[in-house]
């Protein structure tokens, strides 16, 4: 109706979904797990309606392996898990990152190792999606902080899977995922909507892992007259598998850099106030809404409170996390982890300044004033 607005009060899990579907997903398969399961059932309830098909799998593998195989038809494939659930799907993730074959994987993390805390929040797989699979392969993860960027980023990840030929994970947490706001659908209505490239050669001419400047290949869905073998093997470019040592270093060297050549397109981050500020800190997912509220309350009393947050987790944006680096007197780390994020900005700050853990693994989310505490603990 004219002058009403298009606004829903959505939980992360839903609004993911939804974005999913706006990317234009038509398959989905999982199995139902906690903090995850309002996506795989919004998915029941929608896919159908446009067509789509929705498959309750009888575990994690058999999902992930379902999701490959829809993929390999040219659907835009998802699926969603959290904590044991997005262990077992790690070697099926390898497959598709060998094979190259476009997907999305939304882990909604919680409490572990094991079946942990099913119900509470954590980001204890932040090094785990970067390397839960074997092997030397591309990764693209990407973590929203509120539901509106649940939906943007589900969008996002399947543009950046279908434009670079590769599986991505949607990285929220348990916080992020149960979180409800606000979603005005007019904000988001004209978000660009990517599809996979097609072969411009015929099919007896086709090389089905060739690919040109962009490193990129070009899959034809299966099931429209070309016909290529997908192994995970090392393969050449024809497909079928080989070990001759120059093939199997070029094949995995492209596989690479295809992703880490196209840095400036696929890396995203926020950024307030690093102008003048003598502390950073640095958050993602849930934990960032606490930072952002450690930083306004800071800031009011007179200090001088930066905030920084990758929202592509990986690839990581080490040169913008280097250039804070030489400015600052620490960077404070605020993670429901040990310190998995931590050792990465480690890594990028190169001794050019302190870097402070804010650390919790009990279940519950930091608090705004545990990291106002560890800011004026900064010597």
């Not at 307030?272 to 809404?289: P, T």
């Not at 280097?322 to 993670?335: C, D, F, N, R, T």
């Not at 931590?342 to 693994?361: D, M």
Request: with cysteine; glycine share 10%; charged share 25%.
């Amino acid at each position: 109706m004219t002058g009403k607005k298009n606004i829903r009060l959505l939980q992360g899990n839903e609004a993911c979904a939804l974005g999913a579907l706006k990317a234009g997903v038509r398959f989905f398969a999982g199995y139902p797990i906690t903090p995850s399961t309002e996506i795989a059932e919004v998915m029941a309830k929608e896919l159908p309606k446009v067509g789509g098909k929705f498959i309750q799998m009888e575990d994690e593998i058999a999902g992930m392996a379902a999701v490959i195989g829809a993929s390999l038809t040219g659907k835009k494939a998802l699926t969603a898990t959290s904590g044991p659930g997005f262990s077992l799907k790690q070697e099926n993730l390898g497959y598709a990152c060998i094979a190259e074959i476009p997907c999305v994987v939304v882990n909604v993390q919680r409490g572990g190792p094991s079946t942990g805390l099913p119900t509470s929040p954590a980001q204890g797989d932040v090094m785990q999606a970067r390397w839960g699979t074997h092997g030397d392969h591309p990764v693209i993860a990407l973590c929203p902080a509120s539901i509106k960027e649940c939906y943007t980023l589900a969008v996002r990840a399947f543009n950046l899977a279908e434009k670079y030929m590769t599986p991505v994970i949607l990285l929220m947490d348990e916080v992020i995922g149960h979180l409800r706001e606000p979603l005005d659908f007019d904000e988001v209505a004209e978000l660009d909507i990517l599809e996979r490239k097609k072969p411009e050669v015929s099919p007896e001419a086709y090389i089905p892992f060739g690919a040109g400047e962009d490193g990129v290949p070009a899959l034809a869905p299966f099931g429209t007259g070309y016909r290529y073998h997908v192994t995970g093997l090392t393969h050449d470019e024809s497909g079928f598998s080989t070990m001759a040592p120059q093939a199997v270093a070029r094949m995995n060297q492209r596989n690479s850099t295809k992703i880490q050549k196209h840095l400036a397109d696929i890396l995203a981050w926020e950024s307030r106030n690093i102008e003048d500020a003598e502390i950073v800190l640095i958050a993602y997912g849930g934990s960032a809404r606490s930072a952002k509220e450690a930083m306004d309350r800071l800031n009011a009393l007179g200090h001088k409170i930066g905030f920084f947050r990758p929202i592509t987790i990986w690839p990581f944006p080490e040169k913008e996390i280097k250039k804070i680096a030489g400015k600052v007197k620490a960077l404070i780390v605020p993670e429901m982890n040990m310190g998995q994020l931590k050792l990465e900005i480690e890594r990028a700050a190169r001794g050019l300044t302190k870097v402070i853990g804010v650390n919790k693994i009990d279940g519950e989310l930091i608090t705004p004033q545990e990291i106002i505490d560890a800011v004026k603990g900064v010597q």
